[in-house]
């Protein structure tokens, strides 16, 4: 008899948990391209962060997979422990969305499973047939989703029916309501098997559907759900920086506090106030009710309480202050959010202008070793440029990951342009180990230039340096204006470059100048021309993206000819 019951259950169960799935898939793609600015909403106002969880989380179809998110933004300096603290209330609240989804059966008679599901697969398999552009499949998998969760929810719902008779099941349901601590126990250990506070609800609604639940039993079994979701976070903390860790800490605590504070609530009603309640059969519509007070009373009573939340998870996980990381390491990057392809997209474009800020700040230090001619300077620039191809390589196999996922076309266009960018920054780095070892070379031959090649020198450096930053800038903050500035600055810089080399070249044959000087500054001044190509390079990533509102470049030229 059991084997007849437990093997469509898991059937039920799976088919449950893959149309969730699919249909969040189809949610993430549908919103990917809105997800950054989703992202950059995200401010110290804390109801911002709590709408943003539960916003995300109602998307995902799960709070695990949200928190697990906000591990990888938390790792990678894409978001503070303030701000995790309020995804997170968000995210308990935004989990109670799938009840909802899964009860309005009952108070839309519409929309049972029954009738619902097969609709729902017709029109999303007609839609995934027809539809020639991939916004339309992606409706067609959000509503297939939809159709294989209610089939899930109603196999697992009808395979347990029977059980309705058994009284040996029965008995055990009373049992878990007459003992908060075991039926909270049994509630996170099945979400922490199962790794989904979405699942294990399913399986909770389709036993309520069925009558099998008692309302005290339902009660401590959703506090308990909503402990065992906080497993996946604690697991994704491995590895990750010791901030990154809090997070699931945080996740954990705030958790426990509610269940603590609402079980003891709970208690008093179910033996003092009215006994009767506890007893009686809890229906689908009421858990998805309890399940959201729950947490929305959670997040009420825990709010003010929010920094200290996140101060004991720092003492617990052994630091007194946000943690820092060294240059070398990847800021902006983490592997968790690869399965979110549209941020992890703006992660590696935020960590390529990290990249570029440290390669700026290697060239200004070699070329102030062409004045003081510093060995323990010229000794940094060699350090740094460790840290140039550490952080170089970093975000190339980053990207070469992106590009095997599921993007659409202008990420992947993203991707590309910062493949190249990332290449070029690497290139303005290894210009100014150059730069750094031509001083080096300089000072042991005692080579020193006169007035007059230095001022002519540092005009150049200026133009360069002016090119380059205005180059990152664009990159930045996407701004063409920038970008036209690079322009101008790169063709100044190589008309500088012809003239100061034909100068140069000239007061070498009229014997004005030392030659081994005058060899050290034309190479110098090859290097700088190239920094500017490398900068003209990067600027260009920008200028692609706005090449069809006008010709600016045959705009602007003419003005500097």
Known sequence: MYSEIIIPFIGGLALFIYGMNIMAQGLQNAAGSKMKSILAALTQNKFMG??????????????????????????AGLMNLAQAMTVIMGANIGTTATGWLVSSAE???????????????????????????VKKKQVASIIIGFGILFIGIGTMSDSVSPLKDSQIFRDAFVTLGQNPFLGILVGAAVTAIIQSSSASQGILLSLAASGLVPFNAAVFIIMGQNIGTCVTAILSGIGASKNAKCVGYMHLMFNLIGT?????????????????????????????????????????????????????????????????????????????????????????????????????????????????????????????ETVVDRVCD????????????????????????????????????????????????????????????????????????????????????DDISYAKNTVVLEDEVDALEKKLRAGHIERLSNAECNVNAGIHFLELLGNLERVSDHAMNIAQVVLNEYREEKNFHEEMIPEHS
């Open 260 to 384: 603590i504070i609402f079980s003891v609530f709970a208690m008093l009603m179910f033996t003092r106030v009215d006994p009767s309640i506890g007893g009686g059969i809890i229906n689908q519509t009421q858990i998805s009710a309890i399940h959201t007070v729950f947490n929305i009373g959670t997040t009420l009573l825990l709010i003010p309480f929010s920094k200290w939340i996140i101060l004991l998870a720092m003492r617990i996980n052994g630091i007194t202050e946000v943690e820092t990381t060294d240059e070398g390491q990847l800021v902006h990057l983490d592997q968790r959010m690869l399965q979110t392809p549209s941020l992890a997209v703006e992660g590696a474009k935020l960590e390529t202008i990290r990249l570029g800020h440290i390669a700026r700040e290697n060239l200004e230090l070699a070329l102030s070793t062409l004045e003081d001619r510093d060995p323990e300077k010229i000794s940094d620039v060699r350090q740094r």
């Open 107 to 133: 108070w839309a008679k519409a929309l049972s499973p029954d009738t619902l599901a097969p609709l729902a697969l017709m029109v999303g398999v007609i839609i995934m047939i027809v539809g020639k552009n």
């Open 50 to 75: 709590i709408a943003l969880g539960a916003l995300v989380t109602a998307i995902v179809q799960s709070s695990s997979a949200t928190t697990v998110m906000v591990v990888g933004f938390v790792n």
């Open 394 to 477: 970093g975000v190339s196999e980053y990207l070469i990951k992106l590009c095997m996922l599921q993007i659409n076309d202008k990420e992947n266009e993203t991707v590309t342009s910062l493949l190249n960018t990332i290449s070029d920054m690497e290139r303005v780095g290894d210009h100014a180990e150059n730069i750094a070892e031509l001083a080096e070379e300089m000072s042991n031959e005692g080579i020193i230039f006169s007035v007059s090649a230095m001022e002519e020198l540092k005009e150049m450096i200026n133009a360069t340096l002016a090119s380059y930053d205005n180059a990152v800038k664009a990159l930045e903050l």
